[in-house]
DNA sequence: TACGTGACTTTCG
DNA sequence: TCGAAAGCCACGT
């Protein structure tokens, strides 16, 4: 009954959801797991679409320069809730990967 | 049903 | 070293 979707989405939400606390990935890295290593964009379009109450580490997802593509309340939103994890941003507001990345 | 857009990354010139 | 374009998949109109 419940088949397995392997669905990208349904793979990138897996991927998001298995993200340890404290720790972040890039949309390179959940695209690449996720098996396709161009989809980067994607991981954007479906966790701007995410369902409300999908309790999915969203936030834990930045670019590849440790930074959030977000503008405005979404950006303090998703700083906030890594800042709570224990990142620490650095003084141009980006993360330093080599040392909170979850892959490599 | 088809086309356009989008939280990005990588490669080529 | 810098700039531009392609690739990827799902969703909205």
Redesign the pocket.
């Known amino acids: 009954m419940n088949e397995p979707i392997d669905?990208?989405?349904q793979r990138v939400f897996q991927i998001v959801d298995a993200i340890p606390r404290g720790r972040i990935a890039?949309?390179?890295d959940v695209?690449?797991l996720a098996?396709?290593?161009?989809?980067?964009?994607?991981?954007?379009?479906?966790?701007?679409?995410?369902p409300a109450g999908s309790r999915l580490p969203?936030?834990r997802?930045?670019?590849?320069?440790g930074g959030?593509?977000?503008?405005g309340e979404?950006f303090i939103r998703?700083k906030t809730a890594l800042e709570a994890e224990g990142v620490e941003f650095g003084p141009e507001g980006k993360i330093d990967l080599s040392r909170y990345r979850w892959v490599w």
């Open positions: 669905t990208f989405r890039t949309y390179g695209a690449r098996g396709s290593p161009r989809a980067a964009r994607q991981v954007g379009g479906i966790l701007s679409r995410l969203w936030h997802v930045v670019n590849r320069l959030i593509s977000l503008p979404d998703q």
